[in-house]
């Protein structure tokens, strides 16, 4: 073999020892396997993965006791209010009675004064500048005091966060659901009919639905068949569009609507023949809207339950019956010493209602359902009185909104005292021309019941109704021109309509709104507690008994809710450091170097290169014979 080839094979197999050398002492030095994509393409992109995964979870993992933290002043706060509330209830036990002077009570209710101050304290409590029971306003200090009352400027709104990659958790408790900030009144459903603006989100109560595609086939001797994608539609009238669009150019036509029969539907019309509407393929699009038939003249679709949103007409609320003339009627809120007028003239959504709600009185919640029934309005005053009635006209009631109507229990009037009627003391009335009429209302168990028996005494002639303006009951008598009385009994005092009306047979005798509602937190019940001690009110101290020991069973409720949670991150983290370690072991395995196994391979290298070395220049030494 001529030399010149000798030289350049020795010299190709140093330079391939050299190179391996230099990668195995690389590898040791920076203990990374691979230092270049080329290097290892697969193994490369595995490990971006798994080192993306890496920082992923130990970004979240590093949280957790930045949310622990807020979860576990958030306790400490409810436990210090909880503290206040078994001290109240000890103050009501020693003040309730005869057992205390009216002197002593003064005493008691200075001491619930300071007690409201120390809740108020911990209802402000910061973490990390942030306010722990303001809902989503963290930047808003919870809860202040006005007067004789407590408002709540946080909202109904909490503050999640990550606990994995893709868990979130509330690290936050409004102070609605700490304290009973906001009055929470009983819902009544509006059932919206169905509009061409109604959103698909909003079916089914909400709950939505999820459509592919439908068949609809028109037969007038010939069937036309269509098969009609509705996958990116999102209103109803985008349904409408699409299936009249289906047919246009045809020789038979559709024309879809709002079921007149179920206003919660739709209805298709062939122009001529029968429709038939089926599920498409492996779809069940006909049948979540309720639209399903063998052929028919006319398909009269089910009602798909339109929950209330932002965008609902007022004109479809209550099955498109709406909610009555708006023009010069409105609401009227009476909220603590305020009584407001609210103008829904003009307005034509539910959005537009709430926002003029919210611009009459700020201290006035007012946001649709969670579930999509109906409205929520409610007071942010703790220790004030609240109610919606009517203005002249019947919004209120189509709103859901009155607190006072013909449904309204009897045992809840008063603030929840009721009313007794005692046998055989009947509601004793002084009729205009000077009879007296008596009453028996032992039987009766809402206001309808009350209102029911009176229109029955002297049907037509002596007529009882909820007042036109505001709440309470109305009572009217054409037998005379004289005074209409109502005796002082408990139970017409307790139903407020005790009183003398005299201004002739077309006087209104308006009784009292016994109803005003409450937002029965913490707040309220201090603040009615301290007013009780101070007024030696004994009945109200009863009242408040009860209900403080329900105040501190919710206190629990909310704190076993933090613990709930901070066990939930407990145990995710647990998890995620688990997870942590074995990503690590795998990413180790794929991309850490072995520095045993690198050490023994240098070492053969080196000896196998010193070797060849040697060998080479034995192969290639010189002599004179190289010139000759």
Request: aromatic fraction near 4%; hydrophobic fraction near 35%; proline fraction near 3%.
């Amino acid at each position: 073999m001529p030399n010149s080839l000798l030289y350049s094979n020795a010299n190709r197999d140093l330079q391939t020892g050299t190179s391996l050398i230099s990668r195995l002492q690389q590898q040791i030095n920076t203990q990374q396997k691979y230092n270049l994509l080329s290097e290892n393409p697969t193994a490369t992109r595995q490990t971006s993965s798994l080192q993306s995964l890496l920082e992923r979870v130990q970004g979240v993992r590093s949280q957790h006791t930045y949310n622990q933290g807020f979860l576990s002043a958030a306790d400490n706060a409810l436990g210090a209010v909880n503290d206040v509330v078994v001290r109240a209830k000890g103050i009501l036990q020693t003040g309730i009675g005869s057992t205390s002077t009216p002197e002593e009570k003064i005493g008691l209710a200075n001491e619930v004064a300071t007690l409201i101050q120390s809740a108020l304290n911990s209802a402000n409590t910061q973490y990390q500048d942030r306010f722990l029971f303001s809902g989503t306003a963290t930047g808003t200090s919870p809860f202040e005091r006005a007067g004789d009352t407590v408002i709540y400027r946080g909202n109904s709104g909490e503050v999640k966060a990550f606990v994995d990659v893709n868990q979130l958790v509330s690290t936050s408790l409004s102070g609605i659901d700490a304290f009973g900030g906001i009055s929470q009144p009983n819902v009544a459903s509006l059932s919206p009919a169905l509009e061409l603006t109604t959103p698909l989100s909003a079916l089914k109560n909400g709950a939505g639905v999820n459509l592919s595609s439908l068949t609809v086939t028109v037969d007038n001797g010939t069937p036309i068949e269509k098969t009609i994608d509705l996958r990116t539609a999102v209103t109803i009238g985008d349904l409408k569009t699409r299936i009249e669009a289906a047919f246009a150019g045809e020789a038979e036509t559709v024309t879809v609507d709002i079921n007149p029969l179920s206003p919660g539907g739709l209805r298709i019309t062939p122009s001529n023949g029968t429709v038939a509407i089926a599920n498409s393929g492996s779809g069940t699009t006909a049948t979540q809207l309720r639209l399903a038939t063998g052929p028919v003249a006319v398909a009269q679709g089910g009602s798909l339950e339109p929950a209330v949103t932002l965008s609902t007409s007022v004109a479809a609320l209550n099955g498109g019956a709406g909610i009555g003339a708006t023009a010069g009627t409105g609401l009227r809120i009476v909220n603590g010493e305020t009584t407001t007028i609210v103008d829904l003239d003009g307005a034509t959504t539910v959005q537009q209602v709430l926002q003029r709600i919210r611009a009459a009185d700020p201290n006035v919640s007012a946001e649709i359902d969670p579930s999509g029934r109906g409205l929520i309005v409610g007071t942010r005053l703790s220790g004030a009185n609240f109610s919606i009635g009517e203005n002249g006209g019947t919004n209120a009631t189509g709103l859901g909104l009155r607190t006072f109507t013909g449904e309204t229990s009897l045992s809840q009037l008063n603030l929840g005292k009721g009313v007794v009627f005692t046998p055989g003391s009947p509601i004793s009335i002084t009729r205009r021309d000077g009879t007296t009429t008596n009453i028996d209302l032992s039987s009766a168990t809402t206001i309808q019941d009350v209102l029911n028996l009176f229109n029955a005494a002297d049907p037509g002639v002596l007529t009882a109704s909820l007042n036109a303006v505001g709440n309470g009951i109305s009572l009217t008598d054409s037998s005379g021109a004289g005074p209409l009385t109502i005796a002082a009994t408990e139970s017409a005092i307790a139903l407020g309509i005790d009183g003398t009306e005299n201004t002739g047979a077309t006087g209104v005798l308006a009784g009292d709104d016994v109803n005003p509602q409450r937002t029965g937190g913490v707040f309220d019940l201090l603040i009615s507690l301290e007013k009780a001690l101070r007024s030696n009110d004994n009945v109200e101290l009863a009242r408040l008994s009860p209900l403080l020991e329900k105040a501190s069973g919710q206190i629990t409720i909310a704190r076993t809710e933090i613990g709930t949670r901070q066990q939930l991150i407990d145990e995710v983290g647990n998890r995620l450091d688990d997870q942590n370690l074995l990503t690590k072991e795998t990413l180790s395995n794929i991309f850490d170097t072995d520095l045993t196994e690198a050490a023994t391979q240098l070492l053969q290298l080196r000896q196998v290169y010193e070797a060849s070395m040697q060998l080479t220049a034995q192969t290639l030494q010189l002599s004179i014979l190289n010139y000759l």
